[in-house]
T-cell receptor, first 114, second 115 residues
């Protein structure tokens, strides 16, 4: 089945450690996105990528890094510089590069910093 | 039942009733809007979308209404069922040019359906 796979689903991290969240899609979508969701709040954009080897900062990029070496993969690294990393992270992709287009989401990764 | 989006993030309705979830969007230049449904612990799922050249669009049991004059979007769910219980988000595209479908999400409204 086509879709977006995020892993791990749950992750615990000690303060000061970097962690990388995986996102893979087999939908042949050009654009991929990372969102952060905090309890009772909407989704905030961290980074997005419209094509391979190119990505742009979203609204809350500080303390995060990404890479887009392959069309199907868009991993997110939560660095030790991120002051409040505990959150639910959602990866998404879309088929269209022009403005406006449905996003398909993965099931999310819940990161907890101990 | 009816919500007022950001001012009333929780909506409780009786099974079988119609639900109306409201959303006030931020940018008058936005031209594409989507409603998503998010069940607990899962990623959002697409429900319905609408472009700014329309003021109404219907799907299966759902209708989206767009009022550009007051920058207001609503989602109507007919004959609400327990499986409709979830958080509902509206989203808008914002910003000029080719931004690859970048969406800005609202706070969300939690819909609770009583049997």
């Amino acid at each position: 089945d086509g879709g977006i796979t995020q892993s791990p689903k749950y992750l615990f991290r000690k303060e000061g450690q970097n962690v990388t969240l995986s996102c893979e899609q087999n939908l042949n979508h050009d654009a991929m996105y990372w969102y952060r969701q905090d309890p009772g709040q909407g989704l905030r954009l961290i980074y997005y990528s419209q094509i391979v080897n190119d990505f742009q900062k979203g609204d809350i990029a500080e303390g995060y890094s990404v890479s887009r070496e392959k069309k199907e993969s868009f991993p997110l690294t939560v660095t030790s510089a991120q002051k409040n990393p505990t959150a639910f992270y959602l990866c998404a992709s879309s088929a269209r590069q022009r403005k406006g287009g449905e996003l398909f989401f993965g099931e999310g990764s819940r990161l907890t910093v101990l | 039942g009816e919500s007022v989006g950001l001012h009333l993030p929780t909506l409780s309705v009786q099974e079988g009733d119609n639900s109306i979830i409201n959303c006030a969007y931020s940018n008058s230049a936005s031209d594409y809007f989507i409603w998503y449904k998010q069940e607990s612990g899962k990623g959002p799922q697409f429900i319905i979308d609408i472009r700014s050249n329309m003021d109404k669009r219907q799907g299966q049991r759902v209708t989206v209404l767009l009022n550009k004059t007051v920058k207001h979007l609503s989602l109507q769910i007919a004959a609400t069922q327990p499986g409709d219980s979830a958080v509902y988000f509206c989203a808008e595209t914002i910003g000029p040019g080719n931004q690859g479908g970048k969406l800005i999400f609202g706070q969300g409204t939690e819909l609770s359906v009583k049997p």
